[in-house]
């Protein structure tokens, strides 16, 4: 018989975090473009939270130690039980390699849901800001946006075939700004600085969603403060940072050393 139970750690956690532990099956594992892989998981809902939330993978490092990541949920079907993950794999990691060499049957370790930033329901407009990283995050949340809404996408990518889309109800207002990164640094926050500046802001009440590096977060933020954002109007979570290998846990360090 087949253990179905996850690993005492993951139990473990999830206690500690309060949330769910299961014990998933990867059902596909296939490359949307050259920068973005998607994960598709047989597991339950109660590890996929709400829109906005992530979950922790528990996966293997080059030595052979356990490690875990943290995915935002691309989508969770109730009918079929199956959880997408997008995943970007254009760099070299734990996380990278477990999404590029996964098989359909093989299990895995999931905690979740985590995560605290879901979408403000008072706001009229959304406007997701950030990286490739959290472009499954932002298309999420843009699809639970009740009609009418306005969702605007300022996303950077590497690749013009990163510039992944998703259907939207017809209700919503949908703008996709994807910039060109053309060789900058990736803690280079120009472009998306550029990207912002093209997006004129509504005259009603708007949120913003910072989704990716570090550094390049922390200026975002700023320039939406100095556009008239209060700091309850902005959003951000940092999924990794230049030059820094994220936690055991899946964070990226946050210290300014």
């Known amino acids: 018989m087949v253990d179905s139970t996850p690993d005492p750690s993951s139990l473990e956690l999830a206690r500690r975090l309060n949330v769910s532990a299961a014990l998933c099956t990867i059902v596909s594992s296939s490359a949307l473009s050259a920068s973005q ?21 528990r996966v293997q490092d080059a030595s052979g130690n356990f490690v875990r990541r943290r995915y935002s949920v691309r989508s969770h079907d109730s009918e079929t039980n199956r959880l997408t993950l997008w ?33 403000d329901p008072d706001a009229d407009w ?33 690749d013009a075939g990163d510039a992944l889309t998703a259907p939207f109800d017809e209700g919503i207002g949908v703008t996709g700004i994807f910039v060109d990164r053309n060789d900058r640094a990736r803690n280079d926050p120009s472009g998306l600085l550029s990207g912002l ?42 999924f990794w940072r230049v030059g820094r290998v994220n936690a055991e846990h899946g964070e990226p360090d946050k210290s300014e050393s």
């Open 126 to 158: 959304h406007v997701f800001i950030g990286d490739l990283s959290g472009l499954g995050a932002f298309y999420r949340m843009a699809q639970s946006i009740d009609p009418p809404g306005r969702a605007v996408f300022i996303v950077e990518i590497d």
């Open 87 to 119: 995943i970007v794999t254009s760099h070299d990691g734990a996380g990278s390699h477990w999404a590029q060499s996964a098989k359909a049957g093989d299990p895995v370790d999931v905690v979740g849901p985590r995560g605290k930033i879901l979408l």
């Open 197 to 238: 500046a093209a997006f004129a802001f509504p005259p009603d009440v708007g949120h913003a969603y910072l989704f990716g590096e570090f550094s390049v977060l922390k200026v975002l933020r700023a320039a939406l403060v100095d556009r008239g954002l209060s700091d309850e109007q902005i959003s951000l979570k940092a």
């Open 37 to 57: 892989h998607e994960v598709v998981l047989d597991c339950g809902a109660e590890v996929a939270g709400d829109p906005g939330n992530d979950v922790m993978i």
